[in-house]
């Protein structure tokens, strides 16, 4: 059974950092490509970030692009989000979602429970 | 960016009735699109993807439809469990967008 599991989330000022990781396990992790994406509270969903298997490939929304850094350890079966100066609209329930097949990017078939960021002073 | 709308913000409904809801892009997006529903305060699940392949597990009475510009997300008899709020999503380009959402209430 596939499981993903978010952790890191919290509260943090604005202009501060956090660090979420994701672990994955039920299969192999370094076949997929993986994203994030978030949901601000009563908010729809927004993509954050995107990696592919091998971490050739990333992208970013420009919302975050240049504050954000998505990674991957597939020895550890792990995904991370970088996040550098927190902003207050950054306040959001953060999902890691695996891509639903190695050879399909963006289609996002299996979530993790998610992880709430909150960013106030 | 590809922009995604959707239509209507929010249906009522009843149970068994046939459910319609509009996607819309702002640019050809061929037939890569994704629908997804959410309950609250869970993760979003993948009920289509190409725009009419039924996800793995979903029920038959969830099929999508359309290409280019337009899609539909159609429920041919409403469930109770349905009663949810359903997502498009395109992934035509490496910056995937979403639509903002349509809630389906109890009438």
């Known amino acids: 059974e596939v499981q993903l599991v978010e952790s890191g989330g919290g509260l943090v000022k604005p202009g501060g950092s956090l660090r979420l990781s994701c672990a994955a396990s039920?299969?192999?992790?370094?076949?997929?490509?993986m994203n994030w994406v978030r949901q601000a509270p009563g908010k729809g969903l927004e993509w954050v970030s995107s990696i592919s298997s091998s971490s050739s490939y990333i992208y970013y929304a420009d919302s975050v692009k240049g504050r954000f850094t998505i990674s991957r350890d597939n020895a550890k079966n792990s995904l991370y989000l970088q996040m550098n100066s927190l902003r207050a609209e950054d306040t959001a329930v953060y999902y890691c979602?695996?891509?639903?097949?190695?050879?399909?990017?963006?289609?996002?078939?299996?979530w993790g429970q998610g992880t709430m960021v909150t960013v106030s002073s | 960016d590809i922009q995604m709308t959707q239509s209507p913000s929010t249906l009522s409904a009843s149970v068994g009735d046939r459910v319609t809801i509009t996607c819309r892009a702002s640019?050809?997006?061929?037939?890569?699109l994704a629908w997804y529903q959410q309950k609250p305060g869970k993760a979003p699940k993948l009920l289509i993807y190409?725009?009419?392949s039924l996800e793995s597990g979903v029920p038959s009475r969830f099929s999508g439809s359309g290409s280019g510009t337009e899609f539909t997300l159609t429920i041919s008899s409403l469930q109770p469990d349905d009663f949810a709020t359903y997502y498009c999503?395109?992934?035509?380009?490496?910056?995937?967008?979403f639509g903002g959402g349509t809630k389906v209430e109890i009438k």
């Open positions: 190409k725009a009419s």
């Open positions: 999503q395109q992934y035509n380009s490496y910056s995937l967008t």
């Open positions: 979602a695996r891509d639903r097949a190695p050879t399909i990017f963006g289609v996002a078939s299996n």
């Open positions: 640019q050809s997006i061929s037939s890569w």
């Open positions: 039920g299969f192999t992790f370094s076949s997929y490509s």
